[in-house]
Each structure stands twice: as C-alpha cells, then as structure tokens.
C-alpha cells in the first residue's frame, strides 16, 4: 500500500514514511492510492472475529511495510480488556430492535478518541524504537483528542506532546483530564482563542518544512492517517454486531466536528462494508450540515464559532473534510488544490454550479444540525424512554440520527464520550450526578499546569523550540 497526497506534490509513499508526519510535503494529507475492497464472502470471514483479530486483518490492509508478526503483536498489546474494559472493546447496547448505541468511550479518557490513539502510540514507541528516533508531538484539541493523546503518550520513549488547546472553552473534565498530568514529556498550552486558532497555528508549524525537520515535529491529530485507519475498523464490529446477513444495510448517526469519524465510515462504505446512509450531526457551528445541504463549504472566523455544551464539536474547520472533498473530486488533486485555495485564504467554495453535486447523494451522505434544547431534550428522551445516560455529543448524533431515520434500516449511533465528562449539563437535563469512574474521581482536586499564550504561531514554535528534545 502507497500513500498520496490530497494535493498532487507528493510521491507515493508507505505507511511508516507518512506516519509520523501529519501533514504531506505538499500541505495536503495522506491518502492510501486505493482502498482495498471486501466482497460479501470476506464479511461472512469477518463477521466470525473477534476485535483484535478484526483490527489486524483490515489494518494489514493498509499497514504492510511493518511485519505481519509485528503489527498483530502491536495490534493485541492495544486493545486488551484492561484497557477497554472487556474484549469487546465497542460493545453495541441496543435501545429497542433497530436502534443502538456503539459505545465507543471505554477508554481511559473516557472518549472514543482512545481507540485510535492508544493504537497509535504504541504505533509510534515501534518506529521510532527501530529508527533511535525521536517525535515531537504538536497538536491541537477542543476537548477530547488532547486528553486521549497525552493518555497514549505520557512515558512513551523519544516522544513529547505539545498540545494546544483553546483556553477556558473545554469542559472542566477535560480541562482537568489535560492539564493534571506531570509527566515530563507532556506540555498543554492554552491559547486564547477557539480551537480553529489552534488548528491554523498546528498547520502554520507543519507548514515550515525547516522548522518541522529540525524539531522532528509530528501529529496525533485527525489529519494522522494512522488514526483514521483505526477507526475503520469498529464501524465493522458494529455493523456485525446490529446484523446477523451480511447483505443488510445499516446507517451511522455520527457526531462531526473535525469529520475524521465520519470519515471512517465512508472510507468503510468504500471498502465495501453495507452501509445504507452516513448520518452527519452537528451543533449550532453547522458548516458542515450547511455543505450537505447545499453543496457550500464556508468556513467561518473565530469570531462566529459558538461556544456550546458540546464542546468537542465548536469547530468551523474540519481538517479531515479536504480527504472526503478529494475522493468526491474522482481523486482530482488539481481541483482539490483550486478549492482549498479559497479556504486556505479564508474563503469558500459553492459546488451548486458544478458536477460534483450531483456526485454527492452518491456516497450516501445525510445531515442535520442540533441546538442546546435539542441536546437537554435528547438526554431526557434517552434516558426515560431506555434508563440509558449519554452525553452531549452523543445526543446531537442520536437526535439527527433519529430525524433521518429509515424504517427497516437499522439505526447505529456512534457515543462519543461519557456523560461524567459533560456532568453539568447531565446534570441539568436529568437532575443526576452521572457516575465517574473510580479512577477519575479525584482529578478535580490535582493541581493543574499550563502554558497560556495567544494565538501566535511563533511563540508556539519559540516554546516548542526551548522544550523539545532536539
């Protein structure tokens, strides 16, 4: 398997060349040159495994520059009992036949960030172990990426973790999660501003090639091919788990911010897994709903991002979303870099005047976007109709999910995170404390650390520069 460049300037390269790399040389992203297919025979094979064994056999797919030996080891060192709280790993809770919940947020961050993460950090404690290298980590969050790449990270050989985020805008959950930790090879930096300010200056570093060479700088963030790859694989155990033929269709209700979930499940469809509709949800920050919609992508300025009680979502600029762009262009880097130059210079782009609009039903993609009072109401629902709590995210997927519902189609709405990372909003919507984990109960007692600074890419690099490990 080679990897290309969503804009055309880079050679193909293989899976451990672009891995620690986040952005291509070019300023695009990875891209495999194909995806690989599975037919209805492979599914009946898949159907059978068990999540470990899953995860191999679809991620060998794409990661086979790393021995078979290697990559299975790595693979089953991930994704234990221990860490996820059974071997089930995502298990599926059903609400009522034809409707479930894939539960995602086992982790210890307590959010489905952890599935790809965990992955990823012992992806990366094996390559550079091989190559005596080191990683400087530069990332950004809205809430839940920071805390679930730091737990990956945290003691990892050869790497640190400079993770902005945007200050006083997470939750205190997340805030604590973060900014608790002391271990010597994690570093959070609060920026003021919104998580788009953080995600432009994570790509204003990226972009110096002399800077990034030097300092061995890389990414966790969602533009990290590696992480997209391992979410793939529970849009398969859940679609297992909701079917029992393996010709049936089945949606996904999936809460976007930054549209590397979702990706996922496109990048799933593609692969030939059944899936009758990609059910994108939003909240109040809804360029993406509005592109579905109408075929216009406007990212807004950080002036116009709404603070809201899902967090993890206030995101104007989906880095992922240009990968999606890229397969509905027909794999166009041409075009793809004509589009995103309006984007890149603040801009936007309408596609009502062109083909590729009509291209768009095509992939199978739905939208909707949700408020507050949907998300109070969605909790409440949830939660009386089913004894089932879910957080504030979730509830934007289930409540979209649910308005684009199909009858006889099972319905699988992808969970988030857990309500304790979002309790006062739980709490105002059911009058209940949600429950927290034993081993989470006393963060909100530890002493917290952080570098406060402004949106300015250069004091991000002078700081990266005094405390990186070059």
């Known amino acids: ?192 501003g919104v998580f788009d300010d953080c995600q432009d200056i994570v790509k204003q570093v990226s972009n110096d090639a002399e800077f990034k060479r030097r300092h061995h700088i890389g990414t966790v963030n969602s533009i990290n091919w590696a992480r997209v790859a391992a979410q793939i694989v529970y849009y398969f155990k859940g679609y297992f788990a909701a079917t029992t033929l393996d010709t049936q269709q089945v949606s996904f209700a999936v809460p976007s911010g930054n549209f590397g979930n979702i990706l996922a499940g496109h990048i799933a469809r593609m692969m030939g897994l059944p899936i009758r509709k990609l059910i994108l949800a939003t909240n109040e920050n809804n360029v993406l709903d509005e592109f579905f919609r109408t075929g216009r992508y406007r990212p807004r300025g950080s002036s116009e991002v709404h603070q809201t009680s899902s967090p993890s979502m206030d995101i104007s600029k989906a880095s992922n979303f240009e990968r999606f762009v890229f397969d509905l262009t027909g794999r166009d880097a041409a075009l793809l870099r004509t589009l995103w130059q309006s984007v890149d210079g603040g801009g936007e782009f309408r596609l009502a ?78 009058g209940l404390e949600p429950e927290c984990p034993a081993n989470c109960r006393e963060l909100a007692q530890l002493p917290q650390r952080a570098e406060v600074m402004g949106a300015d890419a250069a004091a991000v690099k002078q700081y990266v520069h005094d405390h990186c490990v070059s």
Do not use: W
């Open 1 to 192: 398997m080679r990897y290309i460049s969503t804009r055309g300037g880079m050679s193909p390269r293989g899976f451990r060349e672009i891995l620690l790399e986040g952005l291509a040389t070019d300023g695009g992203l990875a891209m495999p040159e194909s995806y690989p297919r599975y037919e209805a025979p492979d599914l009946a094979r898949l159907r059978k495994l068990k999540y470990r064994d899953l995860a191999f056999d679809i991620l060998s797919r794409y990661i086979d520059d790393i021995p078979a030996a290697d990559l299975k080891r790595l693979i089953d060192a991930t994704y234990t009992a221990e860490v996820f709280g059974s071997d089930d790993i995502t298990p599926l809770k059903t609400l009522e036949p034809g409707l479930h919940i894939l539960q995602l947020s086992n982790g210890p961050t307590l959010a489905f960030k952890d599935v790809a993460l965990q992955l990823l950090g012992n992806l990366f404690e094996y390559v550079l172990a091989e190559n005596h290298g080191e990683l400087n980590i530069l990332g950004a969050t809205s809430g839940d990426t920071g805390s679930a790449a730091e737990y990956a990270m945290r003691g990892k050989r050869g790497v640190r973790v400079f993770m902005l985020s945007p200050h006083g805008k997470m939750s205190p959950f997340q805030t604590a999660q973060m900014y608790s930790l002391t271990d010597p090879n994690i570093f959070n930096i609060a920026i003021k």
């Open 353 to 430: 005047d062109t083909p590729l609009l009509g291209k768009m039903p095509g992939f199978g993609f739905l939208s909707g976007t949700s408020t507050h009072a949907d998300r109070i109401a969605t909790i409440r629902s949830v939660y009386q109709r089913y004894g089932v709590m879910i957080d504030t995210h979730t509830a934007d997927g289930v409540k979209v999910g649910l308005a684009c519902r199909e009858p006889g189609v099972p319905l699988i709405c992808l969970e988030t995170a857990q309500p304790v990372k979002f309790a006062e909003v739980i709490k105002d919507a059911l």
